[in-house]
């Protein structure tokens, strides 16, 4: 009698540790979606925070190293600060007229294309004129009663000039707070190691961020000399070509390739439509996106790799999905701090052992010597 209470005993605890663990799950699911719900409200004011933090993090060993020759962080910190801030007004001011004689020139610009590309958007005006004569049959079988209400949206103008004037107010606020984090040197990390109460916290605390410090500071940094190659390779051989505003190119696959995926094949897709736009010659045309397809192939596939080494393992797919998320919830801006983001993660997860599921799965896909269960022994 007394066996089998305690195997109904046994059998209510496991049923009660699946019924814990499936409310955890579901805990997490909601907490998650809650989290990305807030962060889509919250950009304006959560964005700032977090280019400073970034910044500072990149930042912070430079004023950590001049301080030990007696500098004081608040001039380093001033120093540094003044040449980002020169730095992007001076990107801005420079990408910024031709940006604009892009706008204006759109019209002609798509024309151009449509003539060039004219087999094509005849299949592709042919379904729109088929979608079109659906829409008229289906408005005119509709109550004539009903009063249709058509919403304007704003023009590409408009919306690019309060895009501008948005990341300028938090360009703004990140540098200043940026600023402030520098100039503050090792007292945020004094703070985080008085909040833990055990010795053993303390340095895994301290060790996390650390750890973070030196990940985004050595991938921010490399990425950015990476980037700023790719940069002058791509306006140089776009000038030997002929495009025209080649240093206007050189800077824009500087910036656009700090986006993983998307900002090679928007910088593409962009440099071939206008150069159809610029070359008479189709084959002259095609030169042009041909070469910063190359470009940034050898860039992603030798340059970086060597470059970053096992400094950044993260598998492709992972990083993939959270340019794409972020960039869904805060748009340029989140695919820009995607992979940054996810370098703090892949560090919190490596020195946290309830974590270590996750940390595994963001991991870098190389096996090699690691062991692989399906062989059961090391590779």
């Known amino acids: 009698m007394s066996r089998q209470s305690e ?5 209510q605890r496991e049923a009660i540790g699946k019924n814990i663990a499936a409310i955890r799950r579901y805990v997490a699911v909601v907490a998650f979606i809650s989290a990305g719900m807030a962060l889509y409200f919250a950009k304006q ?4 925070f977090l280019l400073a933090i970034l910044l500072a993090l990149t930042l912070s060993p430079v004023t950590r190293a001049l301080a030990k020759y007696r500098i004081p962080p608040v001039a380093t910190a001033l120093v540094l600060i003044s040449a980002v801030a020169l730095a992007v007004a001076s990107g801005a001011l420079m990408l910024s007229g031709p940006v604009s004689e892009w706008i204006e020139d759109a019209p002609r610009i798509r024309s151009e294309l449509e003539s060039r590309l004219s087999s094509v958007t005849e299949s592709i005006r042919s379904v729109k004129d088929a979608s079109q004569q659906v829409e008229e049959i289906a408005e005119t079988a509709s109550d004539p009663d009903v009063v249709k209400v058509a919403i304007e949206q704003p023009g590409i103008v408009t919306s690019t000039v309060l895009d501008i004037a948005s990341f300028a ?4 606020v ?4 940026a600023l402030f984090l520098l100039a503050s040197g090792d007292m945020f990390y004094v703070k985080l190691v008085e909040a833990f109460p055990r010795f053993g916290d303390k ?3 301290l060790k996390i961020a650390y750890g973070i410090e030196q990940s985004i500071s050595n991938y921010l940094l490399s990425i950015t000399l990476i980037n700023a190659g790719l ?12 495009m025209p505003q080649a240093p206007v190119w050189g800077t824009l696959a500087f910036l656009l390739n700090f986006l993983p995926y998307i ?6 897709a962009l440099c071939g439509a206008v150069a159809l736009a610029s070359f008479e010659s189709l084959g002259h045309a095609l030169l042009a996106p041909l070469f910063y397809f190359l470009a940034t192939s050898v860039e992603g596939q030798f340059v970086t790799p060597v470059i970053l080494g096992r400094r950044l393992e993260l598998n492709a797919v992972s990083v993939f999905s959270t340019v794409v998320f972020w960039a869904w919830i805060w748009g340029f801006a989140g695919a820009l701090t995607a992979v940054p983001f996810l370098v703090c993660l ?3 997860c490596d020195h946290l052992p309830g974590l270590s599921v996750l940390g595994s799965f963001l991991g870098s896909s190389n096996i090699r010597g690691r062991y692989d269960p399906l062989r059961n022994e090391e590779t």
């Open 203 to 205: 340095k895994r605390a």
């Open 174 to 177: 990140a540098l200043i707070l």
């Open 263 to 268: 900002g090679s094949a928007a910088g593409i």
């Open 45 to 48: 004011m959560v964005l700032p």
């Open 346 to 348: 892949k560090v919190t």
């Open 231 to 242: 940069g002058l390779t791509v306006g140089t051989g776009l000038w030997l070509i002929g």
């Open 7 to 11: 195997a109904e005993k046994d059998a």
């Open 169 to 172: 107010t938090t360009s703004v």
